[in-house]
């Protein structure tokens, strides 16, 4: 079975603070992809970016970025600088590697971003 | 590009009713998915097609619940004898082919049974 942990309920930063949302996950697949996704007051769930589970490099997006440690089942995601606009729940998510199916994202719970001005 | 549509948007029915929501995915996505998402929570797998085929449906998927994509393009989920334990909001995603590529979500439909 997959499982994906948002350990933080909720963050409230100042803006222009960094802020770090950690995800841990469980699977016992060799190979699998994770997942960031942006869930605004509106309530659409945004895409931010996809990792696959045999690519450790870390990545860089403006003033986001994701460390992937394999080691530590962790993937956690940072925003530098952080503004208003970022206040979001956002999900981390977990999805196997497999041709005939096993295909769903498992969601961790969330984390309640609010950035205060 | 026009994304992931779903209708209603919201839907409020009384306990026992059957209710039917509609999506459309990304035209050019063969594989469609179904989500529910209560409050404080994360969305969770309900079923996804390939095409018309459904290939996997999760144990949250009750024998009231059944879902169609009859062409292959857009998809129906139906609940029937609702109980207040659907109100929710339903998530439509749709991704191509192709493995690894992101899912896209529509608006979602919420449901509240009262």
């Known amino acids: 079975a997959q499982k994906v942990t948002q350990a933080q309920t909720e963050i409230s930063v100042v803006e222009k603070e960094d802020v770090t949302l950690d995800c841990v996950y469980e699977?016992?697949?060799?190979?699998?992809?994770l997942f960031w996704y942006k869930q605004p007051p509106s309530g659409e769930l945004v895409f931010l970016i996809r990792r696959n589970s045999f690519d450790e490099q870390n990545e860089i997006s403006g003033r986001y970025s994701w460390n992937f440690q394999k080691s530590t089942s962790s993937f956690n995601f940072t925003i530098t600088a952080s503004q208003v606009v970022d206040s979001a729940v956002y999900f981390c998510a977990l999805s196997a590697y497999s041709g005939g199916g096993a295909d769903g994202l498992t969601f961790g719970k969330g984390t309640h971003l609010i950035i205060q001005p | 590009d026009t994304g992931v549509s779903q209708d209603p948007r919201h839907k409020i029915t009384k306990r026992g009713q059957n209710v039917t929501f509609r999506c459309d995915p990304i035209s050019e996505h063969n594989r469609l998915y179904w989500y529910r998402q209560t409050l404080g929570q994360g969305p969770e797998f309900l079923t996804y097609?390939?095409?018309?085929?459904?290939?996997?449906k999760s144990r949250l998927l009750s024998d009231r619940f059944s879902a169609e994509r009859p062409k292959g393009s857009f998809s129906t989920l139906e609940i029937q004898r609702t109980e207040q334990g659907d109100s929710a909001m339903y998530l439509c995603?749709?991704?191509?082919?192709?493995?690894?590529?992101?899912?896209?979500f529509g608006p979602g439909t919420r449901l509240t049974v009262l």
């Open positions: 995603a749709s991704r191509p082919e192709k493995r690894g590529n992101e899912q896209f």
């Open positions: 097609f390939q095409n018309e085929a459904q290939l996997e």
């Open positions: 699977t016992r697949d060799t190979t699998y992809y």
